[in-house]
């Protein structure tokens, strides 16, 4: 932003103090209008497109102090400079105190009013900016901007509208990729929060030592390294939201910790001896079945229910197979667009691959195999060569159950063929092949046990 977009607005009810100041200002190439009451700044506000006012503090009618409320009110970024012939410590303490930019007392002197002038406008400039901004990481987390049509991405997009606004503790569940940080910051976004910060913290990716340190703060020479005071993420997020991804990770005694600062509201820096109030939204996600983590003793209990005031799942992409072509269009133009490609689409072919493959990464995988197929295709349609492997042989997948239908195999036997070809196509990996089944390990493992004809221990 230009110093040249920043118009004045001089409020003054003395004609030639008015001229004065308009002159002075045109002179150094500011845009400048003149009026001479609160209620013409007020309408003039509404028509044209101002960076300053500039108004006397005692007028007839509305005075200068009402006018900067007013203005504030209704127009935030625009900058407010209140000026009068009877300025006291007092006067101008109230005035910034209103959010008045800054304060001039008459006789105004030409160099300080230009001085105090342009960096009103300057800040100006610079809360637009950070409004825009926000405008657009509003619109890039809105919850419209996570893709889907499907019944249960409905079901989500429907939670989201009605918890967001809550300060109530949320848990998103969901396998990875499926985009469960995406749904904390449209939850963060489209809430009372939107303005103060969200903090995103991977509880797997921090080394458990510095994980006290991290959420929490330290003091200085509270440990070796501990050169200085360190705010905490708690007091980052202040207002705002705190999102705790992969909190299965986090070590007991740190759940301890955490279960305390969301009852109490309250945290303390290590090394410290004093608390520190927090308002913070709490967020959690996890890929894995917390009930299962408690019951095996590895996740406190009296923590889940705190974090599990609500819980929002996202489904993975195998039940949402109808949202696959919305996903497959938006990855496509972004992909092009980043490598200056230009892509059509994919062909039917390709197209039912996609459509038949269990997706055991789900959203993830998805975009991660359209950005493969963009940067490999030789032409403007990618075809099922420019596919993956595992994802051409998803077709087979299908042809299981046509087969089956044909042969007339029971439920058990058809169970089986679909388990020892999802161990094949995820190459044995139990845990994700457990993943794509929709069934946790211990269950897999028994199938596995009953497969091979082999007595299974729940042990």
Request: hydrophobic residues 40%; proline residues 4%.
């Given at each position: 932003?230009?110093?040249?977009?920043?118009?004045?607005?001089?409020?003054?009810?003395?004609?030639?103090?008015?001229?004065?100041l308009c002159d002075v200002l045109q002179g150094r190439g500011h845009q400048c209008m003149g009026v001479g009451s609160g209620d013409e700044a007020l309408q003039q506000l509404s028509e044209e497109d101002y960076a300053v006012v500039l108004t006397d503090l005692r007028m007839k009618g509305m005075q200068g102090t009402e006018l900067l409320t007013e203005?504030?009110?209704?127009?935030?970024?625009?900058?407010?400079?209140?000026?009068?012939?009877?300025?006291?410590?007092?006067?101008?303490?109230?005035?910034?105190?209103?959010?008045?930019?800054?304060?001039?007392?008459?006789?105004?002197?030409?160099?300080?009013?230009?001085?105090?002038?342009?960096?009103?406008?300057?800040?100006?400039?610079?809360?637009?900016?950070?409004?825009?901004?926000?405008?657009?990481?509003?619109?890039?987390?809105?919850?419209?901007?996570?893709?889907?049509?499907?019944?249960?991405?409905?079901?989500?997009?429907?939670?989201?509208?009605?918890?967001?606004?809550?300060?109530?503790?949320?848990?998103?569940?969901?396998?990875?990729?499926?985009?469960?940080?995406?749904?904390?910051?449209?939850?963060?976004?489209?809430?009372?929060?939107?303005?103060?910060?969200?903090?995103?913290?991977?509880?797997?990716?921090?080394?458990?030592?510095?994980?006290?340190?991290?959420?929490?703060?330290?003091?200085?020479?509270?440990?070796?390294?501990?050169?200085?005071?360190?705010?905490?993420?708690?007091?980052?997020?202040?207002?705002?939201?705190?999102?705790?991804?992969?909190?299965?990770?986090?070590?007991?005694?740190?759940?301890?910790?955490?279960?305390?600062?969301?009852?109490?509201?309250?945290?303390?820096?290590?090394?410290?001896?004093?608390?520190?109030?927090?308002?913070?939204?709490?967020?959690?996600?996890?890929?894995?079945?917390?009930?299962?983590?408690?019951?095996?003793?590895?996740?406190?209990?009296?923590?889940?229910?705190?974090?599990?005031?609500?819980?929002?799942?996202?489904?993975?992409?195998?039940?949402?197979?109808?949202?696959?072509?919305?996903?497959?269009?938006?990855?496509?133009?972004?992909?092009?667009?980043?490598?200056?490609?230009?892509?059509?689409?994919?062909?039917?072919?390709?197209?039912?691959?996609?459509?038949?493959?269990?997706?055991?990464?789900?959203?993830?995988?998805?975009?991660?195999?359209?950005?493969?197929?963009?940067?490999?295709?030789?032409?403007?349609?990618?075809?099922?060569?420019?596919?993956?492997?595992?994802?051409?042989?998803?077709?087979?997948?299908?042809?299981?159950?046509?087969?089956?239908?044909?042969?007339?195999?029971?439920?058990?036997?058809?169970?089986?063929?679909?388990?020892?070809?999802?161990?094949?196509?995820?190459?044995?990996?139990?845990?994700?092949?457990?993943?794509?089944?929709?069934?946790?390990?211990?269950?897999?493992?028994?199938?596995?046990?009953?497969?091979?004809?082999?007595?299974?221990?729940?042990?």
């Amino acid at each position: 932003m230009t110093e040249e977009w920043g118009a004045v607005l001089v409020v003054d009810d003395d004609a030639d103090m008015r001229s004065l100041l308009c002159d002075v200002l045109q002179g150094r190439g500011h845009q400048c209008m003149g009026v001479g009451s609160g209620d013409e700044a007020l309408q003039q506000l509404s028509e044209e497109d101002y960076a300053v006012v500039l108004t006397d503090l005692r007028m007839k009618g509305m005075q200068g102090t009402e006018l900067l409320t007013e203005v504030k009110q209704r127009y935030p970024d625009i900058g407010v400079i209140l000026m009068t012939a009877f300025g006291t410590v007092e006067t101008a303490v109230d005035a910034m105190r209103h959010g008045a930019s800054d304060y001039l007392t008459k006789p105004v002197k030409t160099e300080e009013l230009v001085r105090v002038v342009e960096r009103a406008i300057r800040e100006a400039a610079l809360r637009r900016e950070v409004s825009r901004l926000r405008k657009e990481v509003h619109k890039e987390y809105s919850f419209h901007q996570i893709l889907g049509k499907s019944k249960p991405m409905q079901a989500v997009f429907d939670l989201i509208r009605r918890v967001a606004d809550s300060p109530t503790n949320v848990l998103i569940t969901g396998e990875s990729g499926t985009g469960k940080e995406l749904v904390a910051k449209a939850i963060h976004y489209n809430s009372d929060r939107r303005d103060a910060p969200f903090v995103p913290v991977n509880c797997a990716a921090i080394p458990e030592q510095l994980l006290e340190s991290e959420l929490f703060g330290h003091m200085r020479g509270s440990f070796t390294d501990a050169k200085v005071d360190k705010r905490g993420l708690f007091e980052e997020a202040q207002k705002g939201t705190l999102f705790l991804d992969e909190i299965s990770e986090l070590p007991l005694m740190l759940q301890a910790k955490l279960l305390r600062a969301i009852q109490e509201r309250e945290i303390r820096r290590v090394g410290a001896t004093k608390s520190i109030p927090v308002d913070v939204r709490i967020i959690a996600a996890t890929n894995l079945n917390l009930v299962d983590e408690v019951k095996n003793k590895r996740f406190r209990e009296d923590f889940y229910y705190r974090l599990n005031v609500i819980e929002l799942r996202l489904p993975p992409l195998r039940e949402r197979r109808e949202d696959i072509p919305i996903l497959v269009d938006a990855f496509l133009k972004k992909c092009a667009s980043a490598r200056g490609r230009q892509v059509k689409g994919l062909s039917e072919p390709a197209l039912a691959m996609l459509a038949d493959y269990a997706w055991p990464g789900n959203v993830r995988e998805l975009e991660n195999v359209i950005e493969r197929a963009v940067t490999l295709s030789h032409g403007d349609i990618i075809g099922a060569e420019d596919l993956p492997i595992q994802v051409q042989g998803a077709r087979g997948d299908r042809r299981i159950l046509d087969e089956a239908a044909e042969r007339t195999l029971p439920l058990h036997e058809v169970e089986k063929e679909y388990i020892v070809k999802i161990l094949e196509k995820t190459g044995g990996n139990k845990y994700q092949a457990a993943h794509v089944l929709g069934i946790d390990r211990k269950t897999l493992y028994r199938k596995l046990a009953e497969i091979e004809g082999k007595p299974h221990s729940d042990a």
